[in-house]
């Protein structure tokens, strides 16, 4: 029998670096190769409020942000509902925001790795 592909979560502070080219880009790409990507369904809303704040930060460099952002569209993540209570009852234990706990709570519901370069998310998941 074929062994099972992992599976991880790769949260909005792993994959903004894999898309703007970050210096922790490098180390992401390799641990997620050959994983299947999943994450919650806020996950592009979160990459989007990462984008807008490059934009204000270096408008001259709009081209290169926006190319940057719209490699989104080319990566194969399958996003997820997750259970806003469960989400919100996480976040409260655990001292997250709800939007972190989404990923968390996800990762821990599938078993799966949580891709993440956000300490706090980091330790949240390990405890």
Not at 43 to 65: D, G, N, Y
Request: proline letters at 6%; charged letters at 25%.
């Amino acid at each position: 029998m074929p062994a099972k592909t992992p599976v991880s979560v790769i949260d909005a502070s792993a994959l903004a670096a894999l898309l703007f080219g970050e210096p922790e880009a490098e180390e992401v790409a390799r641990r997620i190769e050959g994983t299947v990507l999943i994450a919650p369904r806020l996950l592009p809303f979160e990459i989007a409020s990462v984008t807008l704040k490059k934009l204000r930060k270096h408008p001259a460099q709009r081209e290169k942000i926006m190319a940057a952002h719209n490699l989104l569209d080319r990566m194969t993540i399958e996003l997820i509902d997750v259970p806003l209570e469960q989400v919100v009852l996480l976040a409260e234990q655990k001292g997250l925001t709800t939007y972190d706990a989404a990923y968390v709570w996800l990762a821990r519901s599938c078993g799966a790795g949580l891709e993440t370069l956000d300490r706090e998310v980091g330790k949240a998941m390990e405890k």
